[in-house]
Structures are given as structure tokens and as C-alpha cells.
């Protein structure tokens, strides 16, 4: 099959982008839609261009490194899929794709399709973890967790922080990121001495690093890979309100903690 | 690049800010603002909705009506001082959201394309506006009688009638009433979220609830200026 | 070079902790003054990040994605072993370490195998202190499973993402250091050269992928945590990014490298569909507990399954191994796979493929059961394949998926470079020729969350060390070597992209020194990759400039170090005249086709010394003892 690509071409953080057209030739249905752009890099080198940068690693939807706006869809058409697993068959002869980097002041283009996601680490440094320093744990049974805790806890966990909810978010909200991370520990006795701090302190962070508000738009859930739901934004929001309101005060916290 | 992380200790415990200011300060915080004041809105448009039905039974009975809010002053204006504190704080909150989230997205996409979010929910910042605008001329007009034509105080139903007989403000009336709608159907679900009842968007009390409000409220509020129009509710 | 495993004396069960006892410790508030650099972030870099962080040390940590979160430990699904036999059902800590040393084909080092299986159950512990979202049983209990052909249930796992979640819990407690301050992490970056100094290792040249900058770190100890090169086969199921960059520069430095010839080729992988496959997609071992492994007994058969009876198919693994039948380990089932394909009895486009059949499990549990168990990997299979398997059966076939090689190191992890220190999957490992399913996370975070840190403060405690700064000759020299390789790469100008080469140098390591090796593919092998490499350099075409993002730079730098990485492992697997676990010699086999080990003239680990380009690297032996575990012929029928 054949395709017409427009893909956004940045040589660095500090330059004016643009939007550029491509031909893509002789594109099996079978390739991913990774491989193919690996086809046309191919072509651009040996024409002594520079190939399109654009992220990837595992190429089997775990590592959430990849990521493309596809015709708007943050990942692609495809319900649950990454980037990476989005095949060509899910595309027809002669269609036309418009390839856009993920579009947030928080995310800032690296390079063509490449985005900086470094503000998601910094929202997990602030409190997305469990103190618990190496050698101090007690038995794996010594807590029973219920499987329905676990399940749901799992459920969260299996964010793969790639970024789509904020690329899809009409409001560039990382809600839905950092309200899976809060439920993943939230929902575990485990995680219950940290919860309301941990709460506290990513949501400050997330706001310092000028994510968006959520107005409930749901399309992050609709475009996350892992099909991660909304209903954790709400128990977030829980999460929060009983922190900002009802925690004691921690007399500490001036040495971080 | 996060080795800027890195070289900056990051706060892992909240700073000591009072309780009022860390909420009124953060996103979510605002969204409770919202969500709250929504409610009080939400709550004073269904009694305001079966207040106004009363011009069925006639100029007297809705008359009455009108007297009867205006016996008890310092009731009157204890209402509308809770209403006009919603409406501000809503307002509030819709600024303070509104930018943090245009902030976030200074470069956007050339090609946009929604899986989920409905018209309701992304008109919201549409819809909200109109309606201020709307409850400022509807006060002017049926309140204060300012850009009423023949405005008697006390005569709600001849204000009514006769302010809704001029075809363009029914028009007007009834377009806010359609933004309304639209508001509240995505407003009143959207409220449950924000105030972490976790509800699915689709087979839910809270999306159900937002569907029969809206149908009732709104159906109930149109159908006057509908009537007028249609001539069936004339100035005696 | 002296290969010393420095391995204590004394019972097996007492040396760990007797070793522990005597090593050197390092006072609190000294700890502080020290600084080391771990190289990686995956299971084992970011445990090892954390802990030595904990301890109070200043920590360095890199990777070369954009956050440490991704590295491809990710991607592991089947889960972890551990000897709790909290299913009651016979294990323990030797039963861990027996299996571990007689799955790996006697082949590895008795006294850390033990280490490690002791270790095994804090690993454990500590993981759902993090937050480790185990599966659970009703009563709140973990679950396990029976996991790669193990006769005990002591495998723990988090649904089919057991990788991600341990990593997920070693990563935040590396982000909570990072945000303490701790830790400074640099992502996106690629380390390019080692610094060795007075001959101990004491930092690293890295180029910051974003800048192109060359930026020298110095330490007083350096920790390796860079992961596995199953890549240099060009198609596997690592990740694209996956190198050999940083332990083969160590390696350059006069690190000795274990075993390359060591690799893992795991049976049960997606097949390849075309000329464009860029990688192979690992399906859950776990699959062969339910589904029936066979092919046409007619070679040539083109009929599609559902229209081949019964009693013209061949379920070759069970008619070979009649007691572990679908289970029978990995290096066996991949090689049973590589035959019936040769004899032109394999299914799917190329006849490169064997049915992995679940109709007879459906009809056995149930269509839910089945979905229950691998509804995620089902729907895996379908994204890719656009296949049903609950209706069609699956096509699989072997594909490089670990590295049992790697650089040597001794008892306490220590490589022949004083004070550089080899974990995870890039040291030799505790696998010897052959790794068991769920013992490679196992020893990834044993290394990093509880041996470097004790063996890393004894080395840092017991000896001196001179203040050294970045303006040191070794690492000026060490910036401008860096320097000069880019510049080279990106004058050449050539016809040939890198990933040409890279698919060239992956087909002839798959042929010749993949799953059954022999002398003459060897020397083939050793004349083909030269050759390769010759042309590389000078006919490998790198656009761009070194000052920005340039992924043709970094490919090509890679594949520079594949292409020499491979003749080593050639020349390993050509010197190793025995078979043995993964290493199968054709020449060196039984009647009925099975591995014939040489314990007379191979019971060894060999590490090879680079001994100076063009130089034939110089092969050492550290002669292994069986003490514990006798040695046996392998037997799975
Ligand atoms: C698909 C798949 C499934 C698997 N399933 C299982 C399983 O079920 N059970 C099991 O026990 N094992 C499994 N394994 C094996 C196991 O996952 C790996 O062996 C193990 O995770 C390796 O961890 P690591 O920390 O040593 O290396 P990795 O996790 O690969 O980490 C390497 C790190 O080094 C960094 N790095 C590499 N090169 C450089 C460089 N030049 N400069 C800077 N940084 C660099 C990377 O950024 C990364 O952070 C599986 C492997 C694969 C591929
Ligand atoms: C077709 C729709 C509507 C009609 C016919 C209508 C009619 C009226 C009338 C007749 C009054 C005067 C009552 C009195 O003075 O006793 C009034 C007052 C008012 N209406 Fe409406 N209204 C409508 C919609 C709305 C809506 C949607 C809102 C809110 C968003 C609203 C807010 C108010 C307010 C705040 C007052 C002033 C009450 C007071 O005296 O404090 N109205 N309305
Ligand atoms: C009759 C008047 C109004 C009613 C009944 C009403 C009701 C509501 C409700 C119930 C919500 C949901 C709150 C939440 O999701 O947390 C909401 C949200 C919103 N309102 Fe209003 N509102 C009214 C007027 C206004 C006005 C005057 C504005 C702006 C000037 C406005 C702007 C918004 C916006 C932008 C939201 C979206 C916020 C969100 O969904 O999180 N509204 N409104
Ligand atoms: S929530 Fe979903 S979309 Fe957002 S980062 Fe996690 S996996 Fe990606
Ligand atoms: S799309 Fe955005 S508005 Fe909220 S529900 Fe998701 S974050
Ligand atoms: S490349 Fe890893 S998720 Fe797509």
C-alpha cells in the first residue's frame, strides 16, 4: 500500500518546526507502524537526509517510550495500542496521516517527533513511592493484601507512563498519570502511612510543572494504551480532599522529608 | 532532561501552607470550587424552573409567587447574596482553570480529532459565558426592568409575557436555555467526578441524573418563552 | 591476568553470611564522601542506584532512554523465583540452587548460585514493601506458579507485566533518592568510555544524546548494569536500543568477558513475517503449561491445521521427552523447533514457525479459563499476527533473548578492573549455559538491592583513594577518543545504512552461531564478520551532525561494537568443543541428538582478554568445582 505523510520536522528544542510531506512506497499491511517509518529513514539516508526522530525501544507496547500523534489520535486509531503495535493494516491504501509530536508546554519538542518527559519523573520524585529503604521489609505475608485491593492496585499500575493522556487531554491535563500512580499505592495497605503526603505533594508538583486542569473530558482514558479508567481522577480528587482538609500537619517537612 | 531533576531536591512533603490557601491554590482544588458552586447554581434553577411554571395557572398565581419571595427581605436578599457569591466563585474558578489549562498547550495541533470527549464537555468554556451574559440581561430585564419595555414592578406576569412577546429576547431565551442544556448535561456528571464520586461516564446514577435534570429543568424553563411565542400565554 | 573467583571457604550455606561478616565497612558519615556511578537503570542499575543511595553514598545513575522507568527489564512477563515455599510443596534454598546450577548445564559458579537462591526470598520482602502489586490469593496470601518446566511452584509474578512492576518498584525508590537529592540521574545519556586510573576503575566518558555533548563523570567506583547484547543477532526480543557499548569498552579497558558465546534463544516467540521486521515479540513461556507444541509430519504439508488429523501431526516434544513434554527447557525446545523446521516440516510464511495449539486446553477448561489465564497474551498475539488463537493455533518460533555471557566478575561482583563492578545480565551470570525461566530478575535485583552494596563498601573501605578531577589526562584522552569515533562515523559518507549492516551481521551470527554451531559455520563466521566490519567503515552512511539528537549516530555506534562483539563470540563458541546448555555443537552430541557436555576439558568458565586490535584476545580459565550439586548429564525424558 501507499501512503502520504506530513510529519512535523524540529531540528531542537530552540527551533521553528514544520510540517513536511512524505511518500511512503510499497508499505506491507504486516509492518508495524514503526517499521514503517524505519522504510522511509532508510530512503531519506542514503539521500544523505536526515531521518525523522521519533522515540521507541521496547516496539511491544510496555516500555512507553514511543508515541505519535496520528490524524490526531494520540497513538494512533487503534482502541488500547501503543504506537509501536499499531500495525498498517489498520490503515488504508492512499490515506493521508498527519504525524505530530505530543502537544504540551510541559512536553517540550526535542526534536521532530521527540518530546521531553522528564516532568513525569519529577511528579513521581515528589511522592510516587512507598518509603520502604532496602533490608527494613518485613515477610511478604506478613501483610495480607485482598486480592480485589491487589487486583485493582495492579490494574493502575500497569501505566506505562508514556504521556498520551496529556497529548489527548483538551486541556493537557497529566491527571490521569499521576491518579494512577496515587490509586497504585493508595489501593495497598502498604501505601497507606505515605497517602495523604503522597497526594499532597504530587499534586503540587504536577501543577508546578504546568500540567492542565481536568474538566472530565475523558479522552485520556479513551487513548491510554492500558486503558487506564477516569474513575481513579475521582478517587484522586478524594484522595486530595481529605488531605488538604483533614491531615495533621507534618512538623517535618522542612528537611524534605 | 531530568538530570535538571536531578540537580534540584525536589519537595516530597507538601509545604506548610494553611488549609484554605493549598486548596484555592491547586487544580483540583479549584475543580471543588466548581463543583460546588455549580451545585448551589444547579440546585436554584430547578426551584427558580418550577417557580416560573406558576404563569400557567395565571397572572395571579405567579403574582402571588412573586410577592411571596419578596415578603421576607432579609430572606430575599440572603439568596441572592448566596447566589451572587456562586455565580463569582464559579466565574473565579472558570478563570482560574481556564488559563492554567491554555497555558498548557501554547503550541497546538494542526490536525485535532476526539474519541470520547463529547460537545457538551468541550463547549463547557462556551456555555458558561453565554450564560453569565444571560443572567446579567435577564436581570436587567425581568429584575430590574432596565431593558424591559413597559416594566410594571410587582406585575411579574405582564413583565414576563409582555418582555418574551418581543420575538428576538424569546429567541434570546431560548438559545441561553439550549446553552444551558448543554451545560449542565456534561456539568452536573462532570460535578460527581470532580467531587471524587467515582462514576462510570456511560451506564451511571451520576449520568443519568445529568440526563433527567437536564431534560426537566431546561424542558421546563423553554416551554414559556415557547408559549408566549406561540401565543398561548397572553398579556391580559 | 589473574582470574581469581575469590569465592569464600567454609560450607556452602555459611559462606555469605561468614563473607559478609568479614568484609570491610565504611563509617556514616564517611559514606557521603564517597561517589559511585551505576551505569543503568534497569532492575539491577536502579536497585543498586537506590540502595547505594540509601547507604548515604553519592550516586550517579544513567540510561539511555528518557527516564530510568523504561529500561527493557520492562518488558519481562512471566515473573520471579524465590525460595519461600509458601505453597508448601518441597522447595528451599537448595532446591532453588540445585535446580539453578543443573539447569544452567553445570556451568556456573557453585557459590554464587547459593547467594543467590538465599537471597532470593528478602528480594520478596523488600518488593511488596514497595508496593509490588504480586497476585494474590482470596485470603490475602502471594500466589505463584509452576513457571519454566520448575517442578515446585515458587515463580511469583504480577499478572503478565511482572518485569514492569519490579521495575516500577525499584524506579521509585531511585526517584525518591533522585528527588532527596541522592541521586543525580542522567537520562539520555550513553556512556562511551571507561576511565580507568592507577589501574582502578574511576569514571566514564558518556554523550549526552540530547546535546551531543562529551562530558567525563569521575567516581571512585563505577557499577555496570547495562544489560544483555542478544541484540547483535539484529532481530530479538530486546529492546531496539539494547547494546553492548559499555561493557565492551570495559571489556577494551581489560575487563575479561565470560562466556559470550552464552546466548539464550527462547522457543516461544512470534515469527517473522517479512524483510521489514524490526524485532521479535517474546510470547510468555507460560503458554506452553496450556497449549500443545507440533508440526505436519509430512514435510512440505500446506493444508491449514484445522485440516491435518490427528494422526498426521507431530507433537515432537512430547514424543522426545515423554516427562516434560511441552516443558522441557528452553535451549531443548528451541533446538527441537530449529530441526522439524530444517527437515521442511515448519508451518507459516517461510516455513520458519511450529503450532503452539490450544484446542484441546479449550476443550479441557473451557474457552473463559483459557481467557482467564492468557487473555492478555492472546490479544498480544491477535495485534500483531491478526490471527485468533482461541480459533487458529499460534505460530511460534526461537528467538535471542538473553545473554548468559557477559563480563567475568568474582564472588563479589568485581570485574578484573579493581572497583568496577559488573551486574544483572552484563556480568557472566549465575546462569552458567542455560538460564531457567524467572531467575534473571531473580538475579538482577540480588545484585543490586543485596550484594554490591555490601561487596561495593568493602572495596571502598579497604582501600585509599586520591582526589581526581575531570581534567585528568586519562579522561581528556578519554573525550577526545570519544570524539573522534563520532567524527569518523559521520565522515565516512557511505552507501549502506546501519541497519543494512545490522541485519547483515544479525543473519550471519543467527546462521552460524545461533542455535546449533558448528567449526566449519565458525570459521565461515570468522571470515564473514571481519569483512563486515571492514566495509562498515567504510561504507556506512551517518547523516546529521554530533551536536543534536542523531539516532543514525547512535545506532552506528552500537553496531561498531556489535561487529567485534560478534567475532568474540564466535571464537568462544568455536574453542568450546563441548555442548552445553545453550551452546550446542553439532559435532559434540549423543546418538539421539542431545547436548554432550566434556566435563574433562570444558567444566570451566572461559574469559577472554583483549589483547589489542587485530590482536587474538588472550582465553583464561576459571576451572569450576562441583561440590554440592554432582555433576549429571542433563536428562528431561
Ligand atoms: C521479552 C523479555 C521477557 C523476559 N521475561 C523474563 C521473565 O519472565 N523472568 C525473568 O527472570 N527474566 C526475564 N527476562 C530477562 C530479564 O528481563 C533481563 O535479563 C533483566 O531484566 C535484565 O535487567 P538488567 O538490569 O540487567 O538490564 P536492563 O533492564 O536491560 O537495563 C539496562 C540499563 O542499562 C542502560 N544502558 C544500556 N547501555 C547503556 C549505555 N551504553 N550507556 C548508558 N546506559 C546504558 C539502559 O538504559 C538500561 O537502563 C526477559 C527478557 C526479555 C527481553
Ligand atoms: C426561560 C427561562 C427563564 C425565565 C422565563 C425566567 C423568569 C424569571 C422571572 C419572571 C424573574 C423575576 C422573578 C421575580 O422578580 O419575582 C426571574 C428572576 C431571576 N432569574 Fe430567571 N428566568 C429564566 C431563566 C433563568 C436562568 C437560567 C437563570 C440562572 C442561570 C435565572 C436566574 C434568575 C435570577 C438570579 C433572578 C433574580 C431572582 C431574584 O429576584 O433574586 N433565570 N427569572
Ligand atoms: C445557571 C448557571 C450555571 C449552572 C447551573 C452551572 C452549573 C455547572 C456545573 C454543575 C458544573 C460542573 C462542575 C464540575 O464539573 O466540577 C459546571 C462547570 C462549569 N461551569 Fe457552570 N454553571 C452555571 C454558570 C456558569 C457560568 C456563568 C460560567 C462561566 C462564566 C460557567 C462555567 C463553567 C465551566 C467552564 C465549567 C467546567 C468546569 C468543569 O467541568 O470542571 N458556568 N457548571
Ligand atoms: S495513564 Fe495511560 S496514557 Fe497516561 S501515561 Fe499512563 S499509560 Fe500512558
Ligand atoms: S482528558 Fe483531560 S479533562 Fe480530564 S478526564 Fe482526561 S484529564
Ligand atoms: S516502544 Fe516501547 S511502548 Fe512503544
Not at chain 1, 1 to 7: P, W
Not at chain 3, 28 to 40: C, D, E, L
Not at chain 3, 471 to 489: I, N, W, Y
Amino acid at each position: 500500500m501507499n501512503l502520504t505523510l506530513h510529519v512535523w520536522r524540529q531540528k531542537n528544542r530552540n527551533a521553528e518546526g514544520g510540517f513536511v510531506t512524505y511518500e511512503a512506497r510499497g508499505i506491507s499491511p504486516d509492518m508495524s507502524f514503526l517499521e514503517m517509518l524505519d522504510v522511509i529513514n532508510e530512503g531519506l539516508i542514503l539521500k544523505g537526509e536526515e531521518p525523522i526522530a521519533f522515540d521507541h525501544d521496547c516496539r511491544e507496547g510496555i516500555c512507553g517510550q514511543c508515541g505519535v500523534v496520528i490524524n490526531g489520535h494520540a497513538h494512533g486509531p487503534r482502541k488500547a495500542t501503543t504506537t509501536c503495535q499499531l500495525h498498517m493494516r489498520s490503515f488504508n491504501d492512499g490515506d493521508e496521516l498527519t504525524l505530530e509530536p505530543w502537544r504540551a508546554g510541559a512536553f517540550p519538542v526535542i526534536k521532530d517527533l521527540i518530546v521531553d518527559r522528564c516532568a513525569f519523573d519529577r511528579v513521581i520524585a515528589a511522592g510516587g513511592f512507598i518509603t520502604a529503604p532496602t533490608g527494613t521489609a518485613p515477610d511478604g505475608n506478613a501483610i495480607l493484601v485482598p486480592k480485589p485491593a491487589a487486583d485493582r492496585a495492579m490494574d493502575a499500575a500497569a501505566c506505562i507512563g508514556c504521556g498520551a493522556c496529556v497529548a489527548a487531554c483538551p486541556n493537557s491535563s497529566a491527571m490521569l498519570f499521576v491518579a494512577a500512580k496515587i490509586a497504585h499505592l493508595g489501593y495497598l495497605p502498604q501505601g497507606q502511612p505515605e497517602r495523604e503526603r503522597r497526594a499532597l505533594a504530587m499534586v503540587a508538583r504536577m501543577d508546578e510543572e504546568g500540567f492542565g486542569t481536568c474538566t472530565n473530558h475523558g479522552e485520556c482514558e479513551a487513548v491510554c494504551p492500558k486503558q487506564i479508567p477516569i474513575e481513579f481522577i475521582a478517587r484522586m480528587n478524594r484522595d486530595f480532599a481529605k488531605a488538604a482538609l483533614f491531615a495533621p500537619r507534618d512538623r517535618t517537612a522542612a528537611d524534605g522529608g | 532532561m531530568s538530570s535538571a531533576a536531578s540537580t534540584a531536591a525536589i519537595a516530597q512533603s507538601p509545604a506548610e501552607s494553611s488549609r484554605l490557601a493549598r486548596i484555592l491554590g491547586s487544580s483540583i482544588g479549584q475543580k471543588f470550587v466548581m463543583a460546588a458552586t455549580g451545585i448551589v447554581l444547579s440546585a436554584f434553577i430547578v426551584g427558580h424552573m418550577a417557580g416560573n411554571l406558576t404563569v400557567f395557572k395565571g397572572a395571579a398565581a405567579i403574582n402571588a409567587y412573586g410577592a411571596a419571595l419578596r415578603r421576607i427581605p432579609a430572606l430575599l436578599w440572603g439568596v441572592r447574596a448566596v447566589l451572587l457569591l456562586s455565580v463569582l466563585g464559579h466565574i473565579w474558578a472558570y478563570l482560574a482553570l481556564s488559563v492554567k489549562s491554555w497555558r498548557a498547550r501554547p503550541k497546538g495541533y494542526k490536525v485535532t480529532a476526539y474519541k470520547e470527549a463529547s460537545f457538551a464537555s468541550r463547549t463547557m468554556r462556551w456555555t458558561g459565558p453565554i450564560l453569565a451574559a444571560f443572567i446579567v440581561y435577564h436581570l436587567l430585564h425581568l429584575t430590574t426592568g432596565t431593558v424591559h419595555p413597559s416594566f410594571r414592578a410587582g406585575d411579574v406576569y405582564h413583565n414576563l409575557v409582555a418582555g418574551l412577546r418581543v420575538t428576538w429576547v424569546a429567541v434570546f431565551y431560548i438559545v441561553a436555555m439550549g446553552c444551558l442544556a448543554l451545560h449542565v448535561f456534561h456539568g452536573v456528571w462532570s460535578m460527581f467526578q470532580s467531587l471524587g464520586v467515582s462514576q462510570p461516564r456511560y451506564e451511571s446514577f451520576a449520568r443519568r441524573l445529568a440526563t433527567i435534570f437536564t431534560i426537566i429543568v431546561v424542558g421546563g424553563f423553554v416551554i414559556i418563552p415557547i408559549a408566549v411565542l406561540a401565543g398561548l400565554l397572553k398579556v391580559q | 591476568m589473574e582470574i581469581k573467583s575469590n569465592s569464600p571457604t567454609g560450607p556452602i550455606e555459611q559462606k555469605w553470611t561468614r563473607h559478609r561478616f568479614e568484609m570491610k565497612l565504611v563509617t556514616p558519615a564517611n559514606k557521603r564522601k564517597y561517589t559511585v556511578i551505576v551505569v543503568g537503570s534497569g532492575l539491577a542499575g536502579a536497585s543498586a542506584a537506590a540502595t547505594l543511595a540509601e547507604l548515604g553514598y553519592q550516586v550517579k545513575c544513567y540510561c539511555y532512554q528518557d527516564t530510568p522507568r523504561r529500561a527493557h527489564s520492562i518488558a519481562a512477563q512471566g515473573g520471579i523465583n524465590a525460595a519461600k515455599n509458601y505453597q508448601n510443596d518441597g522447595d528451599s534454598v537448595f532446591r532453588l540452587f540445585y535446580d539453578t546450577v543443573k539447569g544452567g548445564d553445570f556451568r556456573a559458579r557453585e557459590a554464587n548460585v547459593y547467594r543467590l537462591a538465599e537471597v532470593s526470598v528478602n528480594i520478596i520482602d523488600q518488593c511488596v514493601a514497595q508496593g509490588v502489586p504480586f497476585a494474590r490469593e482470596y485470603g490475602g496470601m502471594l500466589a505463584n506458579r509452576s513457571f519454566g518446566g520448575a517442578q515446585v511452584s515458587r515463580t511469583f509474578y504480577a499478572r503478565g507485566q511482572t518485569g514492569q512492576q519490579l521495575l516500577l518498584g525499584a524506579y521509585q525508590a531511585l526517584e525518591r533518592q533522585i528527588g532527596a537529592g541522592q541521586v543525580a540521574m542522567f537520562t539520555r545519556h550513553e556512556m562511551q568510555e571507561l576511565i580507568v586510573i592507577d589501574g582502578r576503575a574511576r569514571g566514564i566518558v558518556t554523550r549526552d544524546m540530547i546535546s551531543g555533548k562529551i562530558e567525563s563523570h569521575v567516581a571512585d567506583a563505577v557499577v555496570l548494569a547495562t544489560g544483555g547484547y542478544g541484540t547483535v543477532f539484529y532481530l530479538a526480543t530486546y529492546a531496539k536500543g539494547c547494546n553492548t557499548t559499555a561493557i565492551w569498552r570495559a571489556y577494551k579497558k581489560g575487563a575479561a568477558f565470560g562466556n559470550p558465546c552464552y546466548t539464550q534463544i527462547h522457543p516461544t516467540c512470534i515469527p517473522v513475517t517479512g524483510e521489514h521486521q524490526s524485532k521479535l515479540t517474546l510470547m510468555s513461556e507460560s503458554l506452553r503449561n496450556d497449549g500443545r507444541i507440533w508440526v505436519p509430519k509430512k514435510s512440505g504439508d500446506a493444508r491449514p491445521p484445522d485440516q491435518i488429523p490427528e494422526d498426521e501431526r507431530d507433537y515432537y516434544l512430547e514424543r522426545k521427552y515423554p516427562s516434560f513434554g511441552n516443558l522441557s527447557p528452553r535451549d531443548i525446545a528451541s533446538r527441537a523447533a530449529k530441526e522439524v523446521c530444517d527437515e521442511g516440516r515448519g508451518v507459516g510464511p517461510g516455513g520458519r514457525g511450529v503450532y503452539l495449539d490450544f484446542a484441546e486446553a479449550i476443550q479441557r477448561l473451557g474457552v473463559e479459563k483459557i481467557r482467564e489465564r492468557y487473555g492478555n497474551l492472546f490479544e498480544m498475539y491477535e495485534r500483531i499476527t491478526d490471527e485468533n488463537p482461541y480459533k487458529v493455533p499460534m505460530r511460534i518460533y526461537p528467538a535471542s533473548h538473553y545473554t548468559m555471557g557477559g563480563l567475568w566478575v568474582d564472588y563479589n561482583l568485581m570485574s578484573t578492573i579493581p572497583g568496577l563492578f559488573v551486574l544483572g545480565e552484563a556480568n557472566f551470570s549465575d546462569h552458567g549455559a542455560n538460564r531457567l525461566g524467572a531467575s534473571a530478575l531473580m538475579q538482577g535485583l540480588a545484585d543490586g538491592y543485596f550484594i554490591v552494596p555490601y561487596t561495593l563498601t568493602n572495596y571502598l573501605g579497604s582501600n585509599k583513594f586520591e582526589k581526581i578531577g575531570a581534567d585528568h589526562a586519562a579522561f581528556r584522552s578519554g573525550e577526545s577518543a570519544t570524539a573522534a569515533r563520532m567524527e569518523k562515523l559521520l565522515g565516512i559518507n557511505g552507501q549502506r545504512t546501519v541497519d543494512s549492516f545490522h541485519r547483515e551481521l544479525g543473519g550471519i551470527m543467527w546462521e552460524y552461531c545461533g542455535m546449533a554451531r558448528n567449526e566449519k559455520g565458525l570459521q565461515t563466521a570468522l571470515q564473514k564478520i571481519p569483512a563486515l566490519r571492514e566495509e562498515f567503515w567504510k561504507n556506512v552512511c551517518v547523516p546529521g551532525d554530533g551536536e543534536e539528537i542523531n539516532q543514525a549516530l547512535e545506532k552506528a555506534g552500537r553496531v561498531a561494537d556489535f561487529l567485534e562483539l560478534g567475532e568474540l563470540m564466535c571464537l568462544d563458541a568455536l574453542e568450546r568443543r563441548e555442548s552445553c546448555g545453550g551452546h550446542f555443537r553439532e559435532e559434540f552430541q549423543t546418538e539421539d541428538g542431545e547436548a554432550l557436555r566434556d566435563d574433562q576439558n570444558f567444566c570451566h568458565v572461559a574469559a577472554w582478554e583483549f589483547a589489542g586490535a587485530g590482536q587474538k584476545p588472550v582465553r583464561h580459565v576459571e576451572s569450576l568445582a562441583f561440590e554440592n550439586v554432582h555433576l549429571a548429564t542433563r536428562s528431561y525424558k
